[in-house]
């Protein structure tokens, strides 16, 4: 007797598989005495085609596995999938899934997809949401300022101001289909998702000044374990540049030219579920593809790498040391280790690029040129958020 099919839009059991990288640095299953590096999350649904399909998300705890693939069985059976439209009796729930169907289909990076993802699934429709059940008519402004507070206060300013983007962008998912008239979320004052902070170790709001600069780089260039990590000359890289931690790393050699005493950047290395990491061409932003100035110090550092340089498949400059690209999660917590090392715990890979900003800032560079050093669409982004407000000249120089 033939086996009955499942219902449209539903899924099957749920397998959930640890799994951790081999000596070739792809993901293997786990042996059962090891610790895994990820979990699978895998099951068979059957689309709005009627179609069954294997679909797989990854995480790094078995929990979070799970959640992204429930959310990714959600958005691809939920009535957006079969062309459903939005209306005002709809959840904040059903709005969040159709929004991430459309976002999934952009031409946003694929790191912002994966946080927006994150975002959803662990705040807008997660269990402990206070808006996951609310019909889009029911939102007011004073509900959502509630909501924000909330977790800034449970999970700190930055949980809270990642949530206030992406519901902003489901409202305005929302008035495009006529669900709503107006975004609310436009109607609430920035600072009051500020108003709780957690205790942290990580100081966003600090930069480095030139005399941590010099003492972080020598303690990359001697410490053991950073020496063999190979952290010393990507430090160096990121405290003479200001560029992202990705974009480093996927820094290729064509694109530096130690002549003119130039680095072209944008692409930038991601991994993306069932691709593992790749570069990304793209870029993070529309803006990221640029040309920076490398100041003579940093000049000296990349034309000694690049004489003991070997070949690797991708002619990137910041390989790990197994020659493979490096991952920039993994290589952010490095970074971090280095800088609790030499006494400076408060501090993270992106402070480097903060304290480029000040640097600059500092010295009287223009707005519009620290925004082009680190890639930013807009002055008014680097001013708010990385620097003081005077003006910017030649950035090379003063690095």
């Not at 593992?276 to 100041?295: D, M």
Request: net charge positive.
């Amino acid at each position: 007797m033939a086996r009955p099919k499942m219902a449209l839009g539903t899924w099957g059991k749920i397998s959930l598989t640890p799994q951790a990288l081999n000596e070739q640095g792809n993901f293997v299953a786990a042996a059962s005495t090891g610790k895994p590096t990820r979990w699978r999350a895998r099951a068979k649904v059957r689309d709005t085609d009627g179609r069954v399909r294997d679909v797989e998300r990854f995480g790094a705890t078995k929990s979070a596995a799970e959640r992204e693939l429930k959310l990714a069985l959600q958005a691809r059976t939920s009535p957006s999938a079969a062309g459903a439209t939005l209306t005002s009796d709809s959840t904040v729930a059903q709005a969040a899934l159709q929004w991430l169907t459309e976002v999934a289909t952009s031409d946003r990076s694929t790191n912002t997809k994966r946080v927006y993802n994150l975002t959803v699934g662990k705040h807008v429709v997660g269990p402990a949401s206070h808006v996951a059940h609310l019909a889009l008519r029911e939102l007011k402004v004073s509900i959502i300022e509630s909501f924000l507070l909330t977790i800034s206060r449970e999970h700190g300013p930055g949980a809270a101001k990642m949530t206030r983007s992406v519901l902003s962008g489901i409202l305005d998912f929302a008035v495009k289909h006529d669900a709503v008239p107006v975004n609310l979320v436009r109607s609430l004052p920035r600072t009051n998702v500020r108003a709780h902070r957690r205790e942290s170790t990580k100081d966003t709001a600090r930069a480095f000044t030139r005399a941590d600069r010099e003492v972080i780089l020598k303690y990359a260039r001697t410490d053991e374990r950073s020496m063999e990590r190979d952290l010393g000359d990507l430090v160096t890289f990121l405290a003479g540049t200001g560029a992202r931690l990705g974009e480093a790393l996927g820094l290729r050699w064509s694109h530096v030219d130690l002549v003119e005493k130039t680095a072209t950047l944008g692409p930038t290395v991601v991994r993306e579920t069932g691709r593992g990491l790749h570069i990304q061409e793209a870029g993070k932003t529309r803006t990221s593809q640029r040309v920076v100035r490398l100041p003579e110090w940093l000049v000296g550092r990349l034309l000694s790498r690049q004489v003991a340089a070997e070949a690797n498949e991708w002619d990137v400059v910041f390989v790990s040391p197994l020659g493979r690209l490096r991952d920039p999660s993994n290589t952010s917590h490095h970074i971090r280790e280095l800088l609790d090392g030499c006494g400076y715990g408060w501090a993270s890979a992106h402070t480097f690029r903060k304290s480029v900003a000040t640097w600059l800032d500092e010295a009287g560079v223009s707005g519009r040129e620290v925004a082009n050093q680190l890639g930013h669409a807009k002055p008014s982004m680097t001013l708010d958020v990385y620097m003081d407000r005077r003006s910017i000249t030649e950035a090379a120089a003063l690095l």
